[in-house]
């Protein structure tokens, strides 16, 4: 269903993704962090529809939509490592950060830090070109509200 877009992000020199397709690569990421503790539960999804709704001025339903195209998306989506340096590759820096903040808020929705979730945040933050700093004070950001 996504080969085309995987296709493109996954190029040697992928062009600046479109609006839809930053969408979709956002999407399928937070719904892979989501996954990563083997435990995609309803307030994962909820809040991942609440982080698009908000990022992209989206209806409930809108987000819903989208959601659930990530979703499928992220199975068909190759491994963490190429997936994510596609995405740097394609967004600028500080919307990376920003991209990190949004996985915390998954990540952390449930009140508790996984070890499986904090291992994906890291490598993707890494490969996101976000430090350790930045991605520290992102989940802290998180924590405080």
Known sequence: MFGEFLKRLTAPAPAPL????A???LGALLVRVARSDNNYDAREVAKIDQILSNRYDLTE???RELRKQCEVLETEAPDTV???????DAVP????VAVVESLW???LTDGMRDENEDAVLRLVSDLLGVNDMDRAKARQRVDNR
Do not use: G, S
């Open 23 to 25: 969408r979709l690569a």
């Open 93 to 96: 820096h500080e919307n990376r």
């Open 105 to 107: 808020e998954v990540a």
């Open 82 to 88: 190429r997936f994510t340096r596609a995405i740097k």
């Open 61 to 63: 339903a809108e987000a």
């Open 18 to 21: 479109t609006d839809t397709d």
